[in-house]
């Protein structure tokens, strides 16, 4: 009887142990973020070479025309993970698109790919780079000055002005009311700020027009500055309203040189019986911001953000797809490198990405441990299979002693 006999079962016990390997694998990275599944696969080696796709498997070392199994691993690339918050400034998920991976390059400027998008900062030579959790340098569009972003892809620097001026008011709305009667001027004032005027009051004062009812003068004057045309004529009709004008442009020299031209609108004035009441007054302008925090902000944009609420963006990250993303080589549960098989890349434009959060792990408890189930008993049965072989060797051996 030949020795043969024993290699089925041989090769059975082989690959169930591979396979018993790899789902203690995905078990032990439960928690991994954005962790791949490995998943064992098996096929006959009777009579013909296996037909495996991609290139997973060494086809001129399988054993080819012999009784028996073999195996070859697949991570499932495309089975995502729950995403979940985390309130991480830098945490980043990729919700849903199966097709998209974060891109990063080591020290050595080679490429991989990822889901995994718990990043942080490192600090090298004065540079604070955004990395992942092995330390590779994450790749984005850097933001431009003009605004928009780079058209190609380079190392995340974490770089902002720690204070950012001035925004400049060009618009202004205010609610109040002028008194129908009692006085002969009224005063409100309006901060509007300029690139080197962090807050300026613009004082407006209503004086009443003699011998037009209902018609006041409005002035404007500005500390620091001179209001340009400063005087125009405000007519309010017999309900109290504002008849005209309802807006009017209000232009600042400033005496360092800054102007502004602001669009006032007072179509929500009143006359009315009463006082001076300014119960509202909106403009767009803001102060001076100190840097508070920076972070991973909607649509993947890495900003800072600023004590007047104002952001400043630093870069966007790059997100990159592939023609056949399902052969993507894996370096580990988390990484992965593109090859031949992988086709053309391309770069995911609206990628629906979740600040402050992370996908989980792919790894389902309750689907491994069914798989370890029906391994174990594979190997159980390959082993009684061995053992019975081997019995029946030694009878023949016997007989012919």
Known sequence: MALSIFFPSVSGLEAQSHAMGQISTNIANISTVGYRTNETMFYTLLGSNPVVKGNQVDLA????????????????????????????????????????????????????????GNFSTRTQNGVTYLVNQNGMKVQGFEALESGGFSSGPSDIIIKYPEVIPPTSTTEATITANVPADGVDNAMYGITV????????????????????????????????????????????????EVETPKTLTVDINWDDGDTNSIALDISNMTQLAGGTGTTNVKQDG??????????????GVVQAVYSNGKTYDIAKLTIVGFSAAENLTPINGTLFEANGATGNSFYVENANLEPQALEQSAANVEEQFGKMIVVQRAYSLNSSAFTTSNEMVQTAINLKS
């Open 193 to 240: 700020y300029a690139p080197t005027h962090d807050g300026e009051t613009l004082n407006m004062r209503f004086s009443k027009v003699e011998g037009e009812p209902n018609t006041w003068n409005l002035s404007f004057t500005v500390d620091g500055g001179t209001v340009v045309g400063s005087e125009t004529k405000v007519v309010f009709n017999a309900k109290g």
């Open 61 to 116: 070392s399988s054993h080819a025309d012999a009784h028996g199994v073999g195996f070859y691993d697949r991570t499932n690339i495309f089975k995502t993970g729950t995403v979940v918050s985390s309130g991480g400034n830098y945490d980043v998920a990729i919700n849903g698109d199966e097709n998209a991976f974060f891109y990063f390059k080591d020290s050595f400027n080679n490429d991989y790919y990822s889901r995994a």
């Open 286 to 299: 803001s102060p001076s911001g100190n840097f508070v925090k920076s972070y991973i902000g909607d649509g």
